[in-house]
């Protein structure tokens, strides 16, 4: 079966940076759109970046010029790096690869 993990999440001061990986297996990585989710508490799921199989990459506009999604074929890994991190930023975000979700990490971005 796939199987999704994110990490990397944590606490982090507003205007610091993490960076997420999420490591995918049971499902040909390379051929397949994968994107980013977040969900704040009370809010609905929204996208966050996407990037397709040749590199094509799309962000949410809250997050444009801050949040850089890529991915590592060889390793059957994705990342979103995320810059200048704002509180509003605080939810736990979820990697998504063909219809198959990952468990989530929470990200919390204090003032």
């Known amino acids: 079966q796939v199987q999704l993990v994110e990490s990397g999440g944590g606490l982090v001061q507003a205007g610091g940076s993490l960076r997420l990986p999420c490591a995918a297996s049971?499902?040909?990585?390379?051929?397949?759109?994968v994107a980013w989710y977040r969900q704040a508490p009370g809010k609905q799921r929204e996208l966050v970046a996407s990037i397709s199989s040749i590199g094509t990459t799309n962000y949410a506009d809250s997050v444009k010029g801050r949040f850089t999604i890529s991915r590592d074929n060889a390793k059957n890994t994705v990342y979103l790096e995320m810059n200048t991190l704002k509180p509003e930023d605080t939810a736990v975000y979820y990697c998504?690869?063909?219809?198959?979700w990952g468990q989530g990490t929470q990200v919390t971005v204090s003032s």
């Open positions: 049971g499902i040909i990585f390379r051929s397949n759109i």
């Open positions: 998504k690869v063909f219809n198959s």
